[in-house]
Protein backbone atom coordinates (compact mmCIF):
# COMPACT_ATOMS: atom_id res chain seq x y z
CA UNK A 1 0.00 0.00 0.00
CA UNK A 2 1.10 4.04 -0.15
CA UNK A 3 3.09 5.04 2.45
CA UNK A 4 3.61 8.36 3.98
CA UNK A 5 3.26 11.42 1.10
CA UNK A 6 4.30 14.95 1.72
CA UNK A 7 4.12 17.59 0.11
CA UNK A 8 5.84 20.14 -1.07
CA UNK A 9 8.77 18.11 -1.64
CA UNK A 10 10.72 21.28 -1.53
CA UNK A 11 10.13 25.14 -0.21
CA UNK A 12 11.67 28.15 -0.90
CA UNK A 13 10.16 31.11 1.12
CA UNK A 14 11.56 34.28 1.86
CA UNK A 15 12.02 35.74 5.23
CA UNK A 16 8.67 36.71 6.63
CA UNK A 17 6.51 34.43 4.51
CA UNK A 18 3.70 31.95 5.86
CA UNK A 19 4.60 28.25 4.59
CA UNK A 20 1.93 25.33 5.34
CA UNK A 21 3.40 21.62 4.94
CA UNK A 22 1.15 18.81 3.92
CA UNK A 23 1.40 15.30 5.67
CA UNK A 24 -1.07 12.48 3.93
CA UNK A 25 -0.09 9.56 6.26
CA UNK A 26 -1.11 5.73 5.94
CA UNK A 27 -4.47 5.26 5.99
CA UNK A 28 -6.25 3.65 9.32
CA UNK A 29 -3.31 5.81 11.41
CA UNK A 30 -4.44 7.03 14.45
CA UNK A 31 -0.72 8.66 15.46
CA UNK A 32 0.75 11.25 13.73
CA UNK A 33 3.89 12.72 14.45
CA UNK A 34 6.08 15.65 13.34
CA UNK A 35 9.81 16.01 13.48
CA UNK A 36 12.10 18.72 12.56
CA UNK A 37 15.75 17.41 10.96
CA UNK A 38 18.28 20.11 10.64
CA UNK A 39 21.11 19.29 8.19
CA UNK A 40 23.04 16.85 9.78
CA UNK A 41 21.46 16.62 12.22
CA UNK A 42 18.72 13.70 13.83
CA UNK A 43 15.06 14.39 13.61
CA UNK A 44 13.29 15.97 16.55
CA UNK A 45 9.80 15.73 17.76
CA UNK A 46 7.72 18.82 16.80
CA UNK A 47 4.06 17.47 17.50
CA UNK A 48 2.26 14.55 17.97
CA UNK A 49 -1.59 13.56 17.29
CA UNK A 50 -3.92 10.84 18.02
CA UNK A 51 -6.58 11.37 15.59
CA UNK A 52 -7.73 14.77 15.46
CA UNK A 53 -6.43 15.50 18.93
CA UNK A 54 -3.20 17.23 19.34
CA UNK A 55 -2.01 15.21 22.50
CA UNK A 56 1.65 16.72 22.79
CA UNK A 57 3.18 20.03 21.20
CA UNK A 58 6.04 20.20 23.40
CA UNK A 59 8.71 20.06 20.41
CA UNK A 60 7.48 23.63 19.06
CA UNK A 61 9.92 25.81 18.98
CA UNK A 62 7.97 28.74 19.28
CA UNK A 63 4.21 30.07 18.71
CA UNK A 64 5.05 30.56 14.87
CA UNK A 65 4.74 27.11 14.62
CA UNK A 66 1.29 25.55 14.31
CA UNK A 67 -0.28 22.23 13.26
CA UNK A 68 -4.06 21.02 13.00
CA UNK A 69 -4.89 17.62 11.84
CA UNK A 70 -9.04 18.63 11.83
CA UNK A 71 -10.47 15.30 10.50
CA UNK A 72 -8.09 12.53 11.70
CA UNK A 73 -6.02 12.32 8.71
CA UNK A 74 -3.98 14.82 6.81
CA UNK A 75 -1.91 17.14 8.51
CA UNK A 76 -0.68 20.67 8.22
CA UNK A 77 2.05 22.14 9.84
CA UNK A 78 1.97 26.03 9.60
CA UNK A 79 4.58 28.15 10.30
CA UNK A 80 4.57 31.76 10.42
CA UNK A 81 6.61 34.57 9.71
CA UNK A 82 9.75 32.04 8.61
CA UNK A 83 12.95 32.83 10.04
CA UNK A 84 16.23 31.46 8.45
CA UNK A 85 17.10 29.07 11.46
CA UNK A 86 13.86 27.52 10.47
CA UNK A 87 15.17 26.09 7.61
CA UNK A 88 15.14 22.33 7.88
CA UNK A 89 13.70 18.92 6.72
CA UNK A 90 10.35 18.47 7.95
CA UNK A 91 9.20 14.96 8.25
CA UNK A 92 5.63 13.43 8.91
CA UNK A 93 5.55 9.84 10.46
CA UNK A 94 2.19 7.68 11.28
CA UNK A 95 1.66 4.72 13.29
CA UNK A 96 -1.41 2.82 14.54
CA UNK A 97 -1.74 2.99 17.72
CA UNK A 98 -0.75 0.35 20.12
CA UNK A 99 -1.83 -1.22 23.27
CA UNK A 100 0.12 -0.41 25.63
CA UNK A 101 3.52 -1.47 26.13
CA UNK A 102 3.26 -2.63 22.65
CA UNK A 103 5.82 -1.77 19.43
CA UNK A 104 4.28 0.60 17.16
CA UNK A 105 6.59 1.23 14.07
CA UNK A 106 6.72 4.49 13.07
CA UNK A 107 6.60 5.12 9.05
CA UNK A 108 8.25 8.16 8.12
CA UNK A 109 7.39 10.27 4.49
CA UNK A 110 10.00 11.61 2.39
CA UNK A 111 9.71 15.32 4.16
CA UNK A 112 9.53 18.70 3.05
CA UNK A 113 12.71 20.21 2.93
CA UNK A 114 12.41 24.18 3.41
CA UNK A 115 14.96 26.72 2.89
CA UNK A 116 14.30 30.12 4.28
CA UNK A 117 16.02 32.97 2.72
CA UNK B 1 20.03 18.96 27.04
CA UNK B 2 21.26 15.88 24.34
CA UNK B 3 19.38 12.63 26.02
CA UNK B 4 20.66 10.10 22.99
CA UNK B 5 24.41 10.77 22.16
CA UNK B 6 25.66 8.83 19.30
CA UNK B 7 29.34 8.00 18.35
CA UNK B 8 30.81 7.58 15.39
CA UNK B 9 29.77 10.79 13.62
CA UNK B 10 31.28 8.66 10.18
CA UNK B 11 32.74 5.57 9.43
CA UNK B 12 34.08 4.14 6.46
CA UNK B 13 34.59 0.48 5.95
CA UNK B 14 35.63 -1.98 3.19
CA UNK B 15 33.00 -4.57 1.73
CA UNK B 16 32.32 -7.45 4.03
CA UNK B 17 33.79 -5.40 7.11
CA UNK B 18 31.92 -5.13 10.42
CA UNK B 19 30.42 -1.49 10.85
CA UNK B 20 29.97 -0.41 15.09
CA UNK B 21 27.59 2.26 16.05
CA UNK B 22 27.52 3.13 19.56
CA UNK B 23 24.92 5.06 21.08
CA UNK B 24 24.06 6.05 25.26
CA UNK B 25 21.37 7.34 26.92
CA UNK B 26 20.56 8.96 29.98
CA UNK B 27 16.67 8.73 30.89
CA UNK B 28 16.52 5.55 32.20
CA UNK B 29 12.90 5.44 31.46
CA UNK B 30 13.83 4.77 27.92
CA UNK B 31 12.39 0.93 26.77
CA UNK B 32 12.48 0.37 23.73
CA UNK B 33 15.16 1.58 21.16
CA UNK B 34 15.11 1.91 17.48
CA UNK B 35 17.63 2.29 14.47
CA UNK B 36 16.94 4.08 11.66
CA UNK B 37 18.09 3.67 8.05
CA UNK B 38 18.29 7.23 5.90
CA UNK B 39 18.96 7.43 2.13
CA UNK B 40 19.58 10.79 0.83
CA UNK B 41 16.18 12.64 -0.22
CA UNK B 42 14.47 9.57 1.81
CA UNK B 43 12.61 9.62 5.35
CA UNK B 44 14.11 7.13 8.11
CA UNK B 45 13.06 3.34 7.81
CA UNK B 46 13.13 1.29 10.81
CA UNK B 47 15.94 -1.18 10.77
CA UNK B 48 15.70 -3.25 13.71
CA UNK B 49 14.60 -2.20 17.20
CA UNK B 50 15.02 -4.12 21.02
CA UNK B 51 13.23 -3.49 24.32
CA UNK B 52 16.00 -3.99 27.51
CA UNK B 53 14.49 -7.22 28.61
CA UNK B 54 16.92 -8.86 26.21
CA UNK B 55 20.95 -8.24 25.64
CA UNK B 56 20.97 -8.89 21.80
CA UNK B 57 18.89 -8.84 18.89
CA UNK B 58 19.37 -10.31 15.30
CA UNK B 59 17.83 -10.06 11.83
CA UNK B 60 19.61 -10.59 9.13
CA UNK B 61 22.97 -8.92 8.99
CA UNK B 62 21.83 -6.34 11.81
CA UNK B 63 22.45 -7.17 15.29
CA UNK B 64 21.79 -4.78 18.08
CA UNK B 65 23.80 -5.17 21.55
CA UNK B 66 21.85 -3.65 24.78
CA UNK B 67 23.65 -3.16 28.07
CA UNK B 68 21.15 -1.74 30.35
CA UNK B 69 23.54 -1.59 33.76
CA UNK B 70 25.46 0.97 31.47
CA UNK B 71 22.69 2.71 29.41
CA UNK B 72 24.52 1.41 25.78
CA UNK B 73 23.81 0.16 22.89
CA UNK B 74 25.06 -0.13 19.78
CA UNK B 75 24.72 -1.97 16.15
CA UNK B 76 26.54 -4.01 14.18
CA UNK B 77 26.52 -4.80 10.25
CA UNK B 78 27.87 -8.02 9.04
CA UNK B 79 29.61 -8.91 5.92
CA UNK B 80 28.67 -4.94 4.67
CA UNK B 81 27.59 -4.13 0.99
CA UNK B 82 27.98 -1.01 -0.18
CA UNK B 83 24.09 -0.99 -0.87
CA UNK B 84 24.47 -0.33 3.13
CA UNK B 85 26.07 3.20 2.76
CA UNK B 86 23.41 5.42 4.70
CA UNK B 87 22.55 7.74 7.51
CA UNK B 88 22.09 5.53 10.48
CA UNK B 89 20.40 6.71 13.81
CA UNK B 90 19.69 5.34 16.93
CA UNK B 91 16.69 6.61 18.99
CA UNK B 92 14.67 5.87 21.86
CA UNK B 93 11.33 6.26 23.65
CA UNK B 94 9.17 5.07 26.01
CA UNK B 95 6.27 2.58 25.63
CA UNK B 96 3.88 3.39 28.17
CA UNK B 97 -0.13 3.74 27.58
CA UNK B 98 -0.79 7.85 27.50
CA UNK B 99 2.82 8.54 26.37
CA UNK B 100 3.16 10.46 23.01
CA UNK B 101 5.78 7.25 22.34
CA UNK B 102 7.92 9.95 20.46
CA UNK B 103 11.36 9.09 19.61
CA UNK B 104 14.66 10.76 20.42
CA UNK B 105 17.14 10.73 18.05
CA UNK B 106 20.90 10.54 18.00
CA UNK B 107 22.75 12.92 16.08
CA UNK B 108 23.88 10.19 12.93
CA UNK B 109 26.49 8.44 11.86
CA UNK B 110 27.80 8.55 7.78
CA UNK B 111 28.49 4.98 6.67
CA UNK B 112 30.05 4.07 3.80
CA UNK B 113 31.01 0.82 2.82
CA UNK B 114 33.78 0.37 -0.34
CA UNK B 115 33.41 -2.02 -2.97
Known amino acids: GAGVSQSPRYKVAKRGQDVALRCDPISGHVSLFWYQQALGQGPEFLTY????????KSGLPSDRFFAERPEGSVSTLKIQRTQQEDSAVYLCASSEISRAGGLDEQFFGPGTRLTVL | QQQVKQSPQSLIVQKGGIPIINCAYE??????FPWYQQFPGKGPALLIA?????SEKKEGRFTISFNKSAKQFSLHIMDSQPGDSATYFCAASMLRRGATNKLIFGTGTLLAVQP
Open chain 2, 50 to 54: IRPDV
Open chain 2, 27 to 32: NTAFDY
Open chain 1, 49 to 56: FQNEAQLD
